[in-house]
């Protein structure tokens, strides 16, 4: 039987996360999906952790390339109408696409995305890292939120389109903040674009302050491209973590030449955050974690931005890259 759906997932050297993004997927009370498991070029590959599942899921290996053409790959072989996109670091509720089902009822949507949050078994640290990346007062609520302050884009840790948007579109190209790139091109060749918010999926998250930082740091870079390839598409709202680490820096020159009430603001914000994170976790520890992680997101994400800014508009270093990028694409479509 023809499956609806096609579930795509690139991986690389995740075998636990695969374990439980598999076991979830199984207790869905819809059923009328595959999953396709694109591993690329992993030296530790998740075959094994597939198998248990032949019956759904269908596993590939192939060369390191990266995750967009791992996500090409999978979709040229998927056999759904309509191609769904998890990261392997999800888990997915048990009544994901039976909600999915519904609000794609209710609502026709070339292409969607939804929110993710944290589960309660996962790790303190990932849920504070959880409330930095979704809160309000640190992205302005742009992944999905309730309340936000730019238009939202689907992202392929929850996202998902119809296989006519891909026959018209194309794929995935390789790049950072790839996603983002792609919703742009879903709504500039017209296709409708939703946020099914019921449709939420659990996101574990970087386990470590340093890979959290770098991926940060890579978002803040990626902006300046996506800039480039699409003028006009930076808002005010991604300039703010730049904005607040040289604001920082403002204060804390003031703080220690002038007067220490110079870091009355920082202080302040500080307090809110953990406010905040308090009564969103209702976990002390969490909240005392989420200050940190919190700052870690816009300090990593604004110097990202800025040395993106420097290099590559400033000094023009990445119109190459951006032309490079719209070439290999007409050649793609």
């Not at 309730?146 to 689907?154: D, G, N, V, Y």
């Not at 005010?236 to 220690?256: D, E, I, N, R």
């Not at 919190?294 to 023009?316: D, E, H, N, R």
Request: charged share 20%; aromatic share 12%.
């Amino acid at each position: 039987m023809k499956p609806k759906f096609s579930v795509i997932v690139p991986v690389y050297n995740r075998r636990d996360e695969v374990a439980s993004l598999l076991e979830s997927l199984a207790k869905q009370t819809v059923k009328n999906f595959e999953v396709i498991i694109v591993d690329d070029g992993s030296t530790d590959p998740c075959g094994g952790e597939c198998a248990p599942y032949a019956g759904f899921v269908t596993y590939y290996m192939k060369d390191n390339e990266g995750r967009s053409p791992a996500r090409n790959y999978g979709m040229e072989r998927a056999r759904g109408d309509y191609f769904v996109f998890f990261d392997s670091d999800c888990v997915i509720p048990s009544a994901y696409f039976a909600t999915l089902e519904r609000e794609l009822e209710a609502r026709t949507a070339d292409c969607y995305g939804g929110p993710d949050s944290a589960h309660d078994s996962f790790t303190p640290l990932q849920k504070a890292i959880n409330f930095a990346m979704t809160s309000l007062l640190t992205t302005g609520g742009i992944r999905g939120g309730r309340i936000q302050l730019e238009k939202f884009k689907p992202r392929t840790f929850n996202m998902g389109f119809a296989r006519r948007v891909y026959e018209k579109v194309g794929g995935f190209r390789e790049m950072f903040s790839e996603d983002i790139d792609m919703s742009t091109r879903i709504k500039q060749a017209g296709f409708s674009i939703e946020l099914f918010r019921p449709c939420a999926v659990y996101h574990r998250r970087r386990l470590s302050w340093r890979k959290f930082a770098r991926q940060v740091y890579v978002f803040g870079m990626s902006r300046i491209t996506l800039q480039l390839l699409y003028p006009g598409s930076l808002k005010a709202v991604h300039t703010l973590p730049a904005l607040f680490l040289l604001g920082t820096l403002f204060l804390l020159a003031m703080g220690c030449a002038v007067s220490l009430w110079w870091l009355a603001p920082l202080a302040v914000y500080i307090v809110a955050l953990f406010v905040a994170a308090l009564a969103s976790t209702r976990s002390l520890k969490i909240a005392l974690l989420a200050v940190p992680a919190s700052m870690v997101q816009l300090y990593g994400y604004g110097a990202g931005f800025l040395k993106a800014w420097f290099t590559q508009i400033l000094l023009g270093r990445g119109r190459n890259e951006a032309a490079e990028l719209r070439i290999r694409q007409g050649k793609n479509e």
